[in-house]
């Protein structure tokens, strides 16, 4: 079958939006535990690209967490939902924290070899070509990380739709979304990269409004904990949609149902 894109993309935000009280009861506990480990990040290390990456590192435990009871929102319904995401852990988790790192940790090793190759970033020489050799050089030697980088992104993307096997409790591996996803590769990646798009539009009015207001009214030392509370929150909310997708797409092409076995 061919993945209809514009009817997954449409199905995934009337879904989430059409259950935002529910998306809030899960969220809570996940939201608060990542401004928690955010405000922890800041308190220990001096904000960097690597310190950044970091914290994405650390927040795949309450992301993980809440996804997992999400994906069974989508795939099972919400009566299916163990916990109130934040309260525990099962295997059931570890089980999507393994398949995620099966299917983006040479991506995300390789954006923190290239963060790490380039240094540390000076916004005024942005646009400008830059005259230390030793910058040159650095450049020089991340780029085939960036190509690197950008093709296994790609790849991260096209077997991504497997990670809904793991809410439910089905063995899966890369290898199986690969054959599974066989003639809709492209239609697969378009899908969720305009998803992440929307996501990246989302968080970036979630982090300038927000910061905006604050300075406006003076309130200097509370902008950062207010912008990082409201950003944090439409993060989820992106991500909402993009395992939504993720579902939905993993349904189509497998056709699966709960209690039949996969053909």
């Known amino acids: 079958m061919r993945l209809p894109v514009g009817e997954i993309l449409a199905e995934s935000f009337v879904f989430f939006f059409s259950r935002l009280g529910l998306f809030f009861h899960l969220v809570t506990i996940p939201w608060i535990l990542s401004l ?5 990040s800041w308190a220990v290390f001096e904000p960097t690209l690597m310190s950044g990456l970091a914290d994405k590192a650390i927040d795949i435990i309450p992301t993980t967490m809440f996804a997992v009871a999400w994906l069974r929102v989508v795939l099972l319904g919400p009566e299916r939902v163990d916990r109130l995401p934040g309260l525990g852990w099962s295997p059931r988790e570890t089980t999507f924290v393994v398949h995620l790192l099966q299917v983006a940790g040479i991506t995300f090793l390789l954006l923190a070899a290239m963060f790490y190759m380039v240094g540390p970033i ?10 230390d050799p030793e910058a040159l050089r650095r450049e020089a030697m991340a780029t085939p990380l960036g190509a690197g980088f950008i093709v296994s992104f790609l790849l991260a993307l096209r077997v991504s739709f497997g990670l809904a096997a793991s809410a439910v409790d089905l063995p899966w591996s890369p290898r199986r979304s690969w054959a599974y996803g066989r003639g809709n590769s492209w239609r697969i990646i378009v899908t969720l990269f305009l998803v992440l798009l929307a996501g990246s539009a989302a968080n970036a009015v979630a982090i300038v409004v927000p910061l905006s207001l604050t300075h406006g009214m003076g309130a200097d030392s509370a902008a950062m904990i207010v912008t990082s509370t409201a950003s944090i929150l439409v993060s989820y909310g992106s991500t909402t949609v993009l395992i939504t997708a993720l579902a939905m797409i ?8 709960e209690g039949v076995p996969l053909a």
């Open 122 to 131: 000076d916004p005024t020489t942005l646009g400008r070509a830059s005259a």
């Open 36 to 40: 928690l480990l955010r405000l922890a």
């Open 250 to 257: 993993f349904r189509r092409l497998t056709n699966w149902r």
